[in-house]
């Protein structure tokens, strides 16, 4: 028997749950906390089911796209984890979790979205209750005319006027973990749709172009 712990902190819900062979035995969440403590919600989470640490069997972690620091946060606390307790880790991605979840609850096909800030949302097609197909990055306005043209929006974050609110949850990410693949830690890696693009910060002592 496996027991999963799960951390989902992709959106403005935050969450930490416990599952047992695909069972969920207790979550614990915070609507709106940026600032929430992964190990408090975890302590929650533990207690609720009237687990130890040492119960776990796998750490699954929710990866984005959404809230990169939120994310970083869950993906921190989960190697530190592993690296020192040993627990195997295994990762999802928030969009799959948002779709499985917009299909129980919904029915039908969908579009996915996330706000990626600067004007531009992350969008994915939800098919049979699957992510199907590659997100990619589109304006506020592209969703908004698909919106218009009759295609149904499910989105974790506000600004999309007409969409549906849904956020994934650590519970069906801990639900979903015996059947994840096993990854190393050190390669846990937030989902981030845009190039890094940054000016390297020249040598102490020296100016740029210098």
């Known amino acids: ?36 403590s992964a190990p408090s919600l975890i302590a929650e989470a533990l207690g609720k089911a009237g687990l130890a640490p040492g119960d776990m069997g796998r750490l699954v972690v929710g990866v984005g796209p959404g809230s990169y620091t939120g994310i970083r946060r869950a993906i921190a606390t989960f190697q530190g984890w592993s690296l020192a307790m040993g627990t195997p880790v295994a990762s999802v991605g928030s969009m799959e979790l948002l779709a499985r979840l917009a299909h129980e609850a919904l029915g039908g096909d969908c579009l996915l979205a996330s706000d990626a800030q600067r004007g531009e949302w992350a969008r994915g097609e939800m098919r049979g209750g699957r992510l199907a197909g590659p997100t990619r990055l589109v304006a506020r306005e592209e969703l908004m005319a698909e919106m218009a043209g009759g295609r149904r929006v499910v989105t974790p974050d506000a600004g999309l006027d007409g969409a549906v609110v849904m956020y994934p ?31 390297k910060a020249p040598p102490p002592g020296r100016l740029a172009g210098s």
């Open 1 to 36: 028997m496996m027991a999963c712990l799960a951390l989902e902190f992709s959106s403005a819900r935050r969450s930490a749950a416990v599952a047992r062979d695909g069972l969920v035995l207790a979550e614990a969440f915070v609507l709106g906390g940026k600032a929430t």
């Open 169 to 199: 949850t650590a519970a069906l990410a801990a639900a979903m973990g015996p059947g994840l693949a096993e990854v190393r830690p050190e390669t846990l890696e937030a989902v981030y749709l845009r190039e890094a693009a940054f000016i």
